[in-house]
């Protein structure tokens, strides 16, 4: 079975100000990864995805995460962050299984301060 | 296009009542997935509905039930509600059961338990 821990449950940081989230994940078999962000009042929307390949993932609104499997993390980043970018940010994990369901992370909420 | 959508979006219940929540998957989509997500916490994977069968579960009891139409919606139905089972459901539609795509989430149903 397969689960996720964030490691901070709160991050704040200034306007303009680079960020990281730290996720790491546990599982006996290889896995698919995700970030979601979920804005307030509002539903979760996937932010990036690694399946394969380049374990240096590019998501939306300048998002990235680095798939390390040594280290079993899948932190997120940006440089330059914004007011907009207040929300909680989940990462996920599914195993390979077409039929899996994705577990998530207890989340992280990321404040920015002007 | 309409995402998903959810209904009731705000609902009130006593312990010992049932609920039934209503979810219309994304045009295009087959898959619908339910997940709780507490006050403050990740979501929890209830279960996922392909082909009008229930394909996996999460760590559930009995009293949350399920079911998908040939119209691909779904409803969730919880029988004798505990304080506990208040939280916000979602639901999350995909095409087919792989998890390589991305979930497409609705803003929820909050359920009150009093």
């Known amino acids: 079975a397969q689960s996720v821990t964030q490691l901070d449950s709160q991050v704040p940081v200034f306007e303009e100000a680079p960020v990281e989230l730290r996720c790491n994940y546990s599982?006996?078999?290889?896995?698919?990864l995700f970030w979601y962000v979920q804005y307030p009042n509002q539903g979760l929307q996937l932010l990036l995805k690694?399946?394969?390949?380049?374990?240096l993932v590019k998501g939306i609104n300048g998002f990235e995460a680095e798939f390390n499997k040594s280290q079993t993390s899948f932190h997120l980043r940006k440089p330059s962050v914004h007011i907009s970018d207040t929300a909680e940010y989940f990462c996920?994990?599914?195993?390979?299984?077409?039929?899996?369901?994705?577990?998530f992370g207890s989340g992280t909420r990321l404040s920015i301060r002007p | 296009d309409a995402g998903v959508t959810q209904s009731p979006t705000h609902l009130i219940k006593t312990r010992g009542q049932q609920v039934t929540l209503r979810c219309s998957p994304k045009?295009?989509?087959?898959?619908v997935s339910w997940y709780q997500q507490a006050l403050g916490q990740g979501p929890q994977f209830i279960f996922q509905?392909?082909?009008?069968?229930?394909?996996q579960r999460g760590n559930f009891p009995d009293r949350f039930s399920g079911h998908q139409f040939p119209n691909y919606s779904s409803e969730l139905n919880v029988n004798a509600l505990l304080l506990g089972d208040s939280a916000l459901y979602l639901c999350?539609?995909?095409?087919?059961?792989?998890?390589?795509?991305?979930?497409?989430f609705g803003e929820g149903s909050r359920l009150t338990v009093l």
């Open positions: 999350a539609s995909s095409y087919g059961l792989a998890n390589t795509g991305e979930l497409f």
């Open positions: 599982s006996s078999v290889s896995v698919y």
């Open positions: 690694y399946l394969s390949g380049s374990t």
């Open positions: 996920a994990v599914s195993d390979l299984d077409g039929a899996s369901k994705i577990i």
């Open positions: 045009s295009g989509h087959d898959t």
């Open positions: 509905y392909y082909e009008e069968e229930e394909r």
